[in-house]
């Protein structure tokens, strides 16, 4: 059984910092990529940015692009979203997800359809 835990989420000041980390059990060998996505009250969730699990760039969503970083530990099965430079509208919801899909795409890979498994979510408040 494939678990993925959220932690880090908080309240920081507009301009400060949070690390969320997703950490996984279960058969991770089967995750082909990794995403992070967000949902905040009244809109639809939305990617934030993504991880291959073994080796590969990363992606990010235009409005985190330059102030957001992911990155992994595949010997803690554990990965990372470092947020700076945070804003009032980065305020949700965070998830992370895993895939299973070996051929997903670039393209394919922001749409919340392409990942199987999700974990439950940790709260980022940004107060301006």
């Known amino acids: 059984q494939v678990q993925l835990v959220e932690s880090g989420g908080g309240l920081v000041q507009a301009g400060g910092s949070l690390r969320l980390s997703c950490a996984a059990s279960g058969r991770t060998s089967s995750f082909y990529v990794m995403g992070w996505f967000r949902q905040a009250p009244g809109k639809e969730r939305e990617f934030v940015g993504g991880i291959p699990w073994y080796i590969g760039n990363t992606y990010y969503a235009d409005s985190v692009k330059g102030r957001f970083t992911i990155s992994r530990d595949n010997a803690k099965n554990t990965v990372y979203l470092q947020m700076n430079s945070l804003k009032p509208e980065d305020t949700a919801l965070y998830y992370c997800?895993?895939?299973?899909?070996?051929?997903?795409?670039?393209?394919?890979?922001?749409?919340?359809?392409?990942?199987?498994?999700w974990g439950q979510g940790t709260q980022v408040t940004v107060s301006s």
């Open positions: 997800a895993a895939s299973t899909d070996p051929g997903l795409s670039w393209s394919a890979l922001k749409l919340v359809s392409a990942y199987g498994y």
